[in-house]
């Protein structure tokens, strides 16, 4: 897949179980997620009353600039997957439709969580390499 500059694609508290195989006891811990954009993680792993802080360049942006781009790019990548949809394994997900289903779900939950959760200090504006936490604060 070609694309001509970053773009938003959250993911669910679901997948990010499965892509890092965390156990229920993981989730228990204290939770530093790098990168998340509008994934829909924290939200969803603080209403189950789990402790997680993610951090991203794009929590600069606001609620309605974040759904803009979000818009703005919806159809280039659905194009993009489309047009490259035999390069991948369709094991978690069937087809395109129910990609962009579940993207597009991660997401929304994201935008409805994001404000309370910048005010509440869950969504940090910040990049690796250099982090603004102390050092033995999260436990993953």
Not at 13 to 39: K, T
Not at 54 to 82: A, C, G, H, M, W
């Amino acid at each position: 897949m070609e694309l001509k500059s970053v773009v938003p694609w959250g993911r669910s508290l679901d997948e990010y179980r499965n892509i890092f195989m965390l156990s229920e006891s993981d989730l228990n811990q204290s939770i530093l997620g790098c990168g998340d954009g509008p994934a829909s993680f924290n939200a969803e792993a603080t209403a189950l009353g789990k402790s997680v802080i993610s951090v991203d360049p794009v929590y600069k942006f606001t609620t309605q600039e974040l759904q803009n781009r979000i818009n703005e790019v919806y159809q280039e990548i659905s194009v993009q997957l489309e047009i490259n949809k035999e390069n991948y394994i369709w094991e978690t997900f069937k087809s395109v439709e129910e990609v962009f289903k579940a993207r597009m779900s991660a997401m929304n939950i994201f935008l409805k969580d994001y404000e309370s959760g910048k005010l509440s200090g869950r969504y940090v504006e910040t990049a690796l390499p250099i982090l603004p936490f102390r050092n033995q604060q999260f436990s993953i």
